[in-house]
């Protein structure tokens, strides 16, 4: 991003933010799909990220390249209001005895395939420090560079690095945990498939 455009975004030209909202929305959005596993709720928080955004436009650093990472660290908020939020409103149900359905988002995002896979990681980094997902999620699944991840976090480089570390060698045996029962139920359909199959040739 040029420095003109970061002058006058900065400056709160609506042009320029409409500018910055068709470059960077949907890399907004994906983020926050993996983030929660909700198509919906990626759709308020990106509203509401975008809303924040234009409110702190003057905290944006007058040069530098893309905002990118200014934006993620402005959704990582968001998303933590949003938990938040969210857990207050299930306490808040509790007390009032009113049995819930749980939210179990049935769609994933188009760039990864295996669904047993993604669902297993969602649930294993929802067991991950908040601080070690915060920055799994943007530097692994949005890409960002330890400087941006820093940025967007306003944390030491330093610091990004030893939450990625530990982020990732506690989520694949976080994972490997998600997975071994739906391993389990594949193999248990596959045999029970196999002996309708020889039942019914006999």
């Known amino acids: 991003m040029t420095h003109t455009l970061r002058a ?21 959005h994906r983020h926050v799909v993996r983030a929660t596993g909700s198509w919906a709720t990626a759709e308020d ?3 509401l990220t ?14 530098g390249d893309s905002v990118l990472p200014w ?27 009113i049995e819930t359905v749980p939210d179990l988002a049935d769609e994933v995002t188009d760039r990864m ?4 896979r993604l669902t297993a990681a969602v649930a294993a980094l929802k ?12 530097c692994v699944w949005s ?3 330890y400087a941006q991840a820093a940025e967007a976090l306003g944390v030491p480089i330093g610091t990004i690095r030893s939450r990625l570390s530990r982020a990732r060698a506690r989520l694949r045996d976080l994972t490997e945990m ?9 193999q248990g359909g596959r045999i029970k498939a196999a002996r309708s199959h020889q039942e019914e040739t006999r």
């Open 127 to 138: 067991r991950l420090r908040p601080a070690d997902r915060e920055v799994f999620m943007l």
């Open 8 to 28: 006058r975004l900065r400056a709160g030209d609506p042009a320029a933010f409409g500018q910055v909202f068709d470059e960077h929305a949907g890399q907004v």
């Open 71 to 97: 934006l993620l660290g402005i959704a990582t908020n968001v998303l933590r209001n949003t938990r938040r939020a969210a857990r207050r409103h299930s306490a808040a149900l509790s007390r009032l005895r």
């Open 113 to 116: 395939r295996d669904a047993d």
């Open 50 to 63: 975008f809303f924040e955004a234009w409110r702190l436009r003057e905290s944006v650093r007058p040069d």
């Open 45 to 47: 928080v990106v509203s």
């Open 143 to 145: 890409g960002l560079e």
């Open 178 to 186: 998600e997975l071994a029962p739906r391993r389990g139920q594949v």
